[in-house]
């Protein structure tokens, strides 16, 4: 069965790598958006869905790789890719500035904090006119790289998946999972829980990082409001609880299925598909709390790699 | 034999209470001990403040010598001090196997010979890949003493081990914790089990109300009027 699996995969990757051969300008930023997606459900799923460690705010990163890949283009004229990659590593940082304190508090201040630390940002961004063009926003030159951006946006939700497959078959993942099970009996069994957690949050913050960048560079305009949006956070959320948290193609099957859906009604509906959204949101949680792949690795027994 | 855990005058207090108020006690290596008391008594939170899961308020603790209060309970484990709990704190949604393989640093195929020898010692090794939480309590008791030999501890800390587990299952995991006691290695155990303390420990600890009541033998222990007070009142 697994491998009938990746016989599928290869098929979709190839799929995929030559779609752009074919597709039109809007295929092209469809598709675009869904790899985004897929690489944020993705890293969320990193450190909320197997340390049990809910971040309210991740969009945080988007917001700051955004910011930072912006301001390095703008101002320094660094290429788009490197800029982007740049945006990552301030992600990874920002990470290491707020996970050090509040990683190391159990319970539900983490996600408080990840929740302030988003509006800080925001605020943060709009204030300092000099280097953010403040709520006028930041103008990226003009450039035409949808496709380029196509492929490394497609290949950073490979990675942030390749990542999550080697982390969940592995005893670094199992030991996330022991802090999301139990913290105190993982503390007692020799597991150093902070720095397992410090471990996983950082991972978790470079994908959005680098898809920030890539998106700033991609909507060649970026302001306080479009790249902190809570709603981002939600939406990921939402795609990696529907899909199933802690598995490996959670995030990605529910990433694809929500971001088809959302287009597809929104397109007809602009003001409809937020309830329907919100309905979604509901009967998850009500329904199906471990997500689709969650329920039926429980019912069928399914390995993890699956 | 200098003794391989040492415990002078701790205090544990939560808010006015002294849950645990000035204990002193001492194991020697290779014997099995008991800890018994009423509830509320502080044996739970004598076991936390040894293993580093709460912080002792005052006294010293010290493991082969060293001081090891303040330490957090991974450095503590990682010493050569293994516990169970009183409520069992398995890892329900990991697989009995992966619950033995997440505890050692050494290498992957080491964990796993050792995780599948300690599941068949204790007759587990069918049930390896079942998720702990679908177990029985009692296989649950048993996946959760083994995990705590993955690492060879010298000292064992068992919060009581026999609450809910059935005759044959018992008599299992209290031939395992002899054979662990032959190997050199010490026990402490929690256990209102009058009949498991009896038979199995050689010195036993009373506490009561915090403090240290009686400590002896289980002949002399059973007999001491202190001991029959506590726990029967006058």
């Not at chain 1, 993982?186 to 994908?207: H, N, P, Q």
Request: with cysteine; net charge neutral.
């Amino acid at each position: 069965m697994t491998r009938w699996l990746y016989a599928g995969l290869a098929v979709v990757l190839t799929g995929l790598a030559l779609y752009p051969i074919e597709a039109t300008g809007y295929g092209i930023r469809f598709m675009l958006q869904l790899f985004m997606w897929i690489a944020l459900a993705q890293s969320w799923n990193l450190i909320s869905g197997l340390t049990g460690y809910v971040s309210f705010g991740h969009v945080a990163f988007f917001g700051m790789g955004a910011y930072a890949a912006g301001i390095l283009i703008v101002t320094l004229g660094w290429p788009w890719l490197v800029a982007a990659l740049a945006g990552g590593v301030m992600a990874m940082a920002l990470a290491l500035v707020i996970g050090w304190p509040c990683l190391r508090l159990k319970g539900p201040y983490f996600a408080i904090a990840m929740l302030g630390l988003n509006e800080v940002l925001r605020v943060a961004a709009s204030y300092y006119e000099g280097l953010t063009g403040g709520g006028n926003g930041l103008s990226l030159p003009t450039l035409y790289a949808s496709v380029q951006i196509y492929y490394v946006m497609g290949l950073l939700a490979l990675a942030v998946t390749a990542l999550t497959y080697v982390i969940i078959t592995s005893r670094f993942g199992l030991r996330l999972m022991t802090i999301r099970e139990d913290e105190v009996a993982a503390e007692a069994m020799g597991i150093d829980t902070f720095r397992y957690k410090l471990y996983a949050f950082l991972l978790s913050a470079v994908a959005p990082g680098i898809a920030g960048g890539l998106a700033a560079r991609d909507q060649g305009y970026i302001e306080p409001i479009s790249v902190f949006p809570l709603i981002t956070t939600i939406t990921m959320i939402v795609m990696a609880l529907f899909g199933g948290k802690g598995t490996i193609w959670g995030p990605v099957l529910g990433a694809v299925i929500l971001f088809t859906f959302q287009e597809m009604v929104w397109a007809r509906f602009i003001y409809l598909h937020q309830l329907l959204f919100g309905a979604v949101i509901v009967a998850v949680v009500l329904l199906m709390p471990r997500g689709i792949l969650g329920v039926l690795q429980q019912k069928y027994n399914l390995p993890r790699t699956i | 034999m200098p003794p391989i855990l040492e415990i002078a005058r701790v205090v544990k207090r939560f808010g006015g209470v002294a849950a645990v108020n000035g204990v002193s006690l001492a194991l020697e290596p290779g014997r099995i001990y008991g800890l018994i008391g009423p509830n509320g008594s502080g044996k739970t939170t004598l076991f936390n403040c040894i293993t580093g899961i709460e912080t002792r308020d005052e006294g010293e603790v010290r493991f082969k010598g060293r001081r090891i209060d303040g330490w957090p309970p991974h450095r503590v484990f990682h010493l050569g001090i293994g516990r169970t709990f009183q409520i069992i704190r398995v890892f329900p949604e990991l697989t009995a196997l992966e619950n033995l393989l997440v505890v050692t640093t050494s290498s992957y195929a080491d964990a796993r010979r050792r995780a599948e020898e300690l599941l068949g010692f204790v007759k587990l090794e069918r049930l390896a890949g079942e998720y702990a939480g679908n177990l029985s309590y009692g296989q649950q008791k048993l996946v959760e003493f083994v995990r705590v030999l993955m690492t060879d501890p010298e000292l064992i800390l068992l919060d009581e081990p026999a609450a809910g587990v059935n005759r044959t299952l018992l008599n299992e995991l209290l031939d395992a914790v002899r054979a662990q006691r032959d190997r050199g290695k010490t026990v402490l155990l929690v256990e209102h089990d009058m009949k498991v303390v009896m038979g199995l420990c050689e010195t036993v600890f009373v506490l009561d109300h915090g403090e240290k009541l009686a400590e002896g033998t289980p002949g002399v222990i059973q007999s001491d009027e202190r001991v029959i007070e506590a726990y029967f009142g006058r």
